[in-house]
């Protein structure tokens, strides 16, 4: 007759098998996390390819302007934006540390690589009511909400202040500054691909109505026939080929030398772009087939409708490099923009913005917080 284990024997046996289990899930970690970070690596390097070819062709890096302050004390409203008003919390040090890293992760993303803009045409739908329709369907299991984080739908729920942070109010179309109105974001991104080409196509929205479209951007120079495009109007119909306009009015934008420059770096991009549509400019197709995170803004009804006693959301378009993590590279470079960072917060998702100087931070928890942040950071090469 065959013996049967005895409980000693049983128990190490379980043992063994847990502590098998234990290495091949360490294993297994460890490969993901290696996976991510060479992903991290690659895409990294093939950024600084794109942002050395456009040295080349314009003697700087892209001049990225500020949306917002590099000031990490500039407090932030309940979504991470800064205060417009530029009030500060010199307290920041004392904060819970995930309000801390919320105020620094604004100042680090002051010059944003991700770009935003009006979604395209027949995506108009995604205008709605400000927090009722969007509370009734996620409360309904809605499985186009399914994807959302806890916070967003929070947001949808409880309506939009992000933008709004300084006292919320009207959205103001002759404002520039990114805190005030949030239609445009013009992140790197928007620098090394044809800006012109994937922000105004297929859009119905009149870019020019907007002082942060015309603030930042300068009239187009018609590089195959040597004159001046007169409107920005004519600009979106050559864009979008609308009343007759012909491939070769397309061909006049395409070739505006800011967006045919970018056909020396585009072929880095292949496949690496994060966008909530297919792109394909100069024969390469850019998107990685993920869409972005949901960004949504608070727009004054009367842009969009004469019913002018409601409010209403917008839903942006996106388009961006992201790490290995899933999250956005940062970008740093001060005017006259002849160096430049570009840097992952690593695994912990938390970074601190190379432009501070750490010594004169007189702080101990400060200083464990960010050692803690950047011990994990993947820092690309300082140009």
């Known amino acids: 007759m065959k013996k049967a284990f005895t409980l000693i024997e049983l128990m190490i046996t379980i043992a063994v098998l847990v502590i098998l289990m234990g290495l091949v899930f360490r294993l297994n970690s460890a490969g993901t996390e290696s996976q991510k970070r060479m992903v991290t690596i690659i895409r990294m390097q093939k950024l600084e390819n794109c942002l050395s070819g456009y040295y ?3 003697g700087s890096y892209p001049p990225v302007k500020l949306h917002g302050t590099r000031d990490i004390y500039a407090r932030v409203g309940d979504h991470g934006v ?3 008003d530029g009030e500060e919390n010199t307290s920041l ?3 819970d540390e ?12 002051a010059q944003p690589v991700d770009c935003r803009f009006p979604f395209p045409e027949g995506e108009h739908d995604k205008i709605v009511n400000l927090s009722e329709e969007f509370k009734r369907r996620i409360q309904s299991g809605d499985r186009a909400f399914k994807d959302l984080s806890e916070e967003q739908k929070k947001v949808l729920m409880a ?3 992000d933008g709004f942070s300084s006292g919320g109010g009207n959205f103001d179309r002759d404002a520039v500054d990114w805190r005030d109105v949030q239609i445009f974001k013009f992140g790197l991104m928007s620098y090394l691909l044809p800006r012109y080409l994937f922000m105004m196509g297929n859009t119905d929205v009149d870019f020019d109505d907007f002082a942060q479209w015309t603030g930042n951007n300068s009239n187009i120079y018609d ?3 040597g004159e001046m495009i007169n409107t920005w109007e004519d600009v979106k119909g050559f864009v979008n080929k609308e009343d007759g306009a012909t491939q070769q009015d397309y061909a006049r934008i395409a070739n505006v030398p800011s967006q045919a420059v970018c056909a020396r770096w585009i072929a880095n991009l292949a496949g690496e772009c994060t966008a909530n549509r297919n792109m394909r400019f100069f024969g390469v197709n850019i998107w990685n087939g993920l869409g972005t995170e949901l960004h949504i803004n608070n727009v004054d009804i009367e842009i969009f409708s004469h019913d002018k006693s409601t409010a209403y959301q917008y839903i942006l378009d996106v388009v961006t490099v992201k790490d290995g993590w899933g999250r956005d590279f940062y970008y740093y470079s ?4 002849q160096h430049y960072q570009l840097w992952s917060a690593g695994p912990n998702g938390r970074t601190f913005p190379p432009w501070v100087d750490r010594a004169e931070i007189n702080d101990s928890r400060a200083h464990t917080l960010i050692g803690k942040w950047v011990e994990d950071d993947i820092v690309g090469l300082k140009e």
Do not use: E, I, T
Request: proline share 6%.
């Open 93 to 95: 040090w004392s904060m």
């Open 223 to 225: 590089a195959l026939n």
């Open 82 to 84: 800064q205060d417009a």
């Open 56 to 58: 080349a062709a314009f």
């Open 159 to 161: 309506g939009f202040d």
């Open 334 to 337: 001060p005017a006259p923009y």
């Open 98 to 109: 995930d309000d801390a890293w919320r105020q620094v992760r604004a100042a680090c993303k």
